[in-house]
RNA sequence: GGAGGUGUGGCAGAGCGGCCGAAUGCACCUGUCUUGAAAACAGGAGUCCUGAAAGGGACCGGGGGUUCAAAUCCCUCCACCUCCGCCA
């Protein structure tokens, strides 16, 4: 939810933001109708319970002669009451939905428009030249007995896989290698729940635009998670957050779920786009001036991440119109990916600023002591889907795949993945 | 799955349907005293909404109900604890 205050002392900002995002400026003024209603139906109410309160309490006090003319009184002032609260709960009800309905206010700098309007920051690394045909990840990882995607959909559908042998062992060794520098950072190590209340996935905003994107387990009203950001984004809900001594750095390993509803044709083959996959994924709580350095910071771990692995990438500002409705701004890494001479996202961070926060109740104590809303950062270490990239650029001839001298501490050692038949 | 119990401010712990936003203790902050501290004494201290402010309203796990009036009565959900059963 955005900030009320900016949206009254600065209306104009905020239809800027919708229309760079493309969606409509009048739900700004629709906002600030609906909050206008609010406020005079919540001093109507109050007044008449102020009222109420005062010939309650003399009531109490009044002798029993003079008390059944008081309780009659008493019952009309009751109705009242009742009435002018049912008129402030419909306004109240309706400005949150007007709230909700306003995504977050994008960030100075972003570039407006939709998905393809998105700006290259910088390309980093050398694109390989291969003088030899380039096999793509799936036939490198059949190959390699890495994965199986045949035996994947035949016992849970289509973009599912069974990770195998040198699969799995690269999944943990990436993941873990992502997670070791994580922990070098001061991010404290989690392991998430797969599963969250309707509430935690509403106020991390991935019940908007993206619902059809969610799984749910509709006899337990649960939804399984699309990343541990929701989790880790629900872990201090409704809290007050002590960050007087810096961030509350997170790095979280979970399953991820998602639907990929209207992804029909959209990299079918191998695990690029898949039902579940795994990542290590960032989580930053800090306090709202610092939130863009610390975007800044997210970043530059993913990059650290990506020289690891020594793969070409490059890096796009998002547009507004492809961000998600809590952030702000967002910078995708994308990874070269040989076999179709194209960008692939490999990871993404975004600055959420208040307005996932605001959502969840989360706050912190400022210098005076006062409560304010925190500001929530994320950002990918490693997924899955790193495997694609690191199969394909490090291809040999022979089908065979070295290993990022980085990663081999986490692979026993092996310099070489080779070709099983 | 069955039976029972508990849920009050940072913690502990009172609370008769009206005088309870809530006793008391600890912890905390500010003064006095002291060279400084401790002790003692005095005072302060929650969150949200609304309001320019003064003020007003709400909040005793969440939601709903009864009542002129609910921390206190009723319903429901959630969490935790104990016991029994079942499964890992």
Same mark, same amino acid.
């Given at each position: 939810?955005?900030?009320?205050?900016? %949206?009254?002392?600065?209306?104009?900002?905020?239809?800027?933001?919708?229309?760079?995002?493309?969606?409509?400026?009048? %739900?700004?003024?629709?906002?600030?109708?609906?909050?206008?209603?609010?406020?005079?139906?919540?001093?109507? /109410?109050?007044?008449?319970?102020?009222?109420?309160?005062?010939?309650?309490?003399?009531? &109490?006090?009044?002798?029993?002669?003079?008390?059944?003319?008081?309780?009659?009184?008493?019952?009309?002032?009751?109705?009242?009451?009742?009435?002018?609260?049912?008129?402030?709960?419909?306004?109240?009800?309706?400005?949150?939905?007007?709230?909700?309905?306003?995504?977050?206010?994008?960030?100075?700098?972003?570039?407006?428009? &939709?998905?393809?309007?998105?700006?290259?920051? +910088?390309?980093?690394?050398?694109?390989?030249?291969?003088?030899?045909? =380039?096999?793509?990840?799936?036939?490198?990882?059949?190959?390699?007995?890495?994965?199986?995607?045949?035996?994947?959909?035949?016992?849970?559908?289509?973009?599912?896989?069974?990770?195998?042998?040198?699969?799995?062992?690269?999944?943990?060794?990436?993941?873990? $290698?992502?997670?070791?520098? !994580?922990?070098?950072?001061?991010? @404290?190590?989690?392991?998430?729940?797969? %599963?969250? +209340?309707?509430?935690? $996935?509403?106020?991390?905003?991935?019940? &908007?635009?993206?619902?059809?994107?969610?799984?749910?387990? /509709?006899?337990?009203?649960?939804?399984?998670?699309?990343?541990?950001?929701?989790?880790? /984004?629900?872990?201090?809900?409704?809290?007050?957050?002590?960050?007087?001594?810096?961030?509350?750095?997170?790095?979280?390993?979970?399953?991820?779920?998602? +639907?990929?509803? &209207?992804?029909?044709?959209?990299?079918?083959?191998?695990?690029? +786009?898949?039902?579940?996959?795994?990542?290590?994924? $960032?989580?930053?709580?800090?306090?709202?001036?610092?939130?863009?350095?610390?975007? @800044?910071?997210?970043?530059?771990?993913?990059?650290? $991440?990506?020289?690891?692995?020594?793969?070409?990438?490059?890096?796009?500002?998002?547009? /507004?119109?492809?961000?998600?409705?809590?952030?702000?701004?967002?910078?995708?890494?994308?990874?070269?990916?040989?076999? @179709?001479?194209?960008?692939?996202?490999?990871?993404?961070?975004?600055?959420?600023?208040?307005?996932?926060?605001?959502?969840?109740?989360?706050?912190?104590?400022? !210098?005076?002591?006062?409560?304010?809303?925190?500001?929530?950062?994320?950002?990918?270490?490693?997924?899955?889907?790193?495997?694609?990239?690191?199969?394909?650029?490090?291809?040999?001839?022979?089908?065979?795949?070295? =290993?990022?001298?980085?990663?081999?501490?986490?692979?026993?050692?092996?310099?070489?993945?080779?070709?099983?038949?």
């Amino acid at each position: 939810m955005i900030d009320l205050k900016t %949206l009254r002392d600065n209306p104009e900002a905020v239809r800027a933001s919708q229309l760079a995002r493309g969606e409509d400026p009048a %739900l700004v003024d629709a906002l600030l109708a609906a909050d206008e209603r609010r406020r005079s139906t919540v001093a109507k /109410a109050d007044n008449l319970r102020a009222e109420q309160k005062i010939f309650s309490k003399s009531i &109490g006090r009044a002798t029993p002669e003079e008390r059944p003319a008081l309780l009659t009184r008493g019952k009309e002032m009751s109705a009242e009451v009742k009435a002018a609260e049912v008129e402030q709960n419909e306004a109240e009800v309706a400005f949150a939905a007007a709230h909700r309905r306003v995504p977050n206010i994008v960030q100075d700098g972003v570039p407006a428009g &939709g998905e393809d309007d998105y700006e290259v920051l +910088r390309e980093v690394g050398q694109i390989r030249e291969f003088d030899f045909e =380039v096999r793509d990840h799936v036939e490198l990882g059949e190959g390699l007995g890495a994965f199986d995607t045949e035996r994947g959909a035949k016992v849970s559908g289509s973009r599912f896989y069974f990770l195998t042998g040198i699969g799995a062992q690269l999944q943990l060794g990436l993941l873990n $290698m992502a997670a070791a520098q !994580a922990m070098e950072h001061g991010f @404290q190590l989690m392991i998430t729940p797969s %599963l969250v +209340r309707p509430e935690i $996935m509403d106020g991390t905003g991935f019940l &908007g635009a993206h619902a059809s994107e969610v799984y749910k387990l /509709a006899d337990d009203d649960l939804y399984l998670v699309g990343t541990s950001e929701v989790p880790l /984004a629900g872990y201090h809900s409704n809290e007050i957050l002590d960050l007087s001594s810096g961030p509350k750095r997170y790095a979280g390993w979970s399953s991820c779920y998602r +639907r990929e509803a &209207g992804s029909y044709g959209k990299d079918v083959r191998g695990i690029i +786009r898949v039902h579940q996959f795994d990542k290590l994924e $960032m989580f930053v709580y800090t306090t709202p001036d610092q939130a863009a350095e610390e975007h @800044q910071r997210l970043l530059g771990w993913e990059e650290d $991440m990506l020289a690891k692995v020594e793969l070409p990438y490059r890096i796009i500002d998002t547009a /507004a119109g492809d961000l998600g409705s809590s952030a702000a701004r967002k910078f995708d890494c994308e990874a070269w990916l040989p076999s @179709q001479s194209r960008y692939l996202e490999l990871t993404s961070t975004s600055n959420c600023t208040t307005f996932q926060a605001r959502r969840l109740n989360t706050r912190y104590r400022d !210098a005076d002591g006062k409560p304010q809303t925190a500001a929530t950062l994320n950002g990918t270490l490693a997924t899955t889907r790193w495997i694609v990239a690191i199969l394909e650029n490090h291809q040999q001839p022979d089908g065979s795949v070295r =290993v990022p001298e980085a990663l081999r501490p986490y692979l026993g050692g092996k310099d070489l993945l080779e070709p099983v038949k």
